[in-house]
């Protein structure tokens, strides 16, 4: 469930989460966006909104867990953080299938 940027938004995408402003709840989980509750949602000044669907990475998996190797480098002596790194890892590889 992506949280998509108000000027991403398409007619036919369902709303993973509410839209709330405050406490107060402008459009319900599972609705369906049109053109004009689109424009609404802008003329609100909402940032972005939750869609839902699959997310979308912005880097490569290899990549990511290039990055995570590089994050833990200097703390693989230490058991607790290669458990740690294990979990990222699965998460992260996890997001890429």
Known sequence: ???VPVDKLEPGMNLARPVT???IVLL???TKLTETLIKKIQDMEINGVYIDGPSHQSIPKDEALAQLDRRFKNVEDRPYMNMLKKLVKEHIEGLYD
Do not use: E
């Open 1 to 3: 469930m992506p949280k």
């Open 21 to 23: 402003k405050g406490n």
């Open 28 to 30: 319900s989980k599972d």
